[in-house]
């Protein structure tokens, strides 16, 4: 059985692809978001049947990705305003 954790990160970054193809900035913030606090989950509780370092990559990976993908969405949303 797929937990799901696995099915959040997916839907995350679909999120985060339709929201670049659409150039809607406010999926992309509420996507960045999710992904840190997705990151912050993983790093608290990690992956069933991944190795610790692995987790921790992956789980630093969507803290650094979700936050330059929600600070430049805000910077868009600010400028263009």
Same mark, same amino acid.
């Given at each position: !059985? +797929?937990?799901? +954790?696995y099915m959040i990160i997916v839907i995350v970054w679909v999120a985060l692809l339709v929201g670049? $193809? /659409?150039r809607e900035m406010? +999926? $992309? !913030?509420?996507? &960045? $978001? +999710? !992904? !840190?606090t997705v990151g912050i989950f993983t790093l608290t509780n990690?992956?069933? &049947? /991944?190795d610790n370092l692995a987790t921790t990559a992956f789980s630093f990976l969507h803290i650094g990705? &979700?936050?330059y993908v929600m600070m430049r969405s805000v910077e868009e949303v600010i400028k263009n305003e």
């Open positions: !059985m +797929i937990d799901y +954790i670049f $193809l /659409v406010w +999926i $992309l !913030m509420f996507a &960045g $978001l +999710i !992904m !840190m990690n992956f069933t &049947g /991944v990705v &979700g936050f």
